[in-house]
Structures are given as C-alpha cells and as structure tokens.
C-alpha cells in the first residue's frame, strides 16, 4: 500500500516516534510524505520515504494530486489545529480529496493507530480492488 505522511511543526516529533514504534509494519509499504516529514522520518526510522516538496512550499499540493490519480491509499496527516497555517485552504482540499477518493485518513495519533493496525490486519485490503 501507498501510505502518505504530512506533519505540521508542532507534530513532526509526534510522528517521527509514531513510525518509529510501527516501523515494522510501515516498512512493507511504499511511503511518501512532504519534505521536512519525510527527511524526519527517514533519520530516525530508517525507512526509505519519497518526498514531495515541503507542505508550504507545494508538497500539500502534490500529495492531492497523488490522491486525486488514486496512488494513495491512507493518509496521516498530524495537525496542529491550534495554529492557524497560512496555507489552510490547501489542507482543507486534502480533506476534501480523501473524503471524494474514499482514502482513510487519520489526523491524530489515535486514527492513526487504529487504521494503521487495521492495515496490517488486512482491514484495508479493499484498497486493492478499488484501485483495479
């Protein structure tokens, strides 16, 4: 599966820990993350993670568009909602885009240990047939 990976500032540490304790899991699978995520995560995890822009600099935008052509399969997009981005319409579409495409997306730890468990489980085999 394609498992995309963006972090705001003030989560990036959050996930960097997050793919560290599922980086048995996440290391079956073909990653992609936003610039400044995906170099985090790739130092501490030691996965191979292929990057898009940074997320304020187009990388949001690329990763919609790898949503919109159906190349991603489940999102974790850690947000900080207490800090208003000045690129907030483009995390909003992102939103919308995997509503549209049916792509689970987890926007806090807890999601995204639960789709990532139901991943790994088979829960989101579905994802294969759908893509076919």
């Known amino acids: 599966m394609n ?10 540490r959050l996930m960097q820990n997050f793919c560290i304790a599922y980086r ?8 992609y993350a936003t610039d400044t995520t995906g170099r985090m995560i790739e130092e501490v995890a030691n996965l191979t ?11 949001v ?35 919308q885009l995997c509503d549209k495409h049916n792509i689970p997306l987890a926007t806090n730890l807890a999601t995204a240990e639960l789709i990532i468990k139901a991943m790994d489980r088979g829960d989101l085999d579905w994802r294969n047939v759908f893509k076919s």
């Open 61 to 95: 935008q690329q990763m919609g568009t790898q949503i919109e052509n159906n190349q991603i399969d489940m999102l974790i997009f850690l947000r900080d909602p207490l800090t208003p981005k000045k690129h907030e319409p483009d995390v909003n579409n992102i939103f």
């Open 3 to 12: 498992i995309g990976f963006i972090a705001h500032d003030a989560k990036k």
């Open 24 to 31: 048995g899991i996440l290391s079956k699978h073909t990653l």
């Open 49 to 59: 993670v292929h990057k898009f822009l940074t997320g304020h600099l187009g990388g």
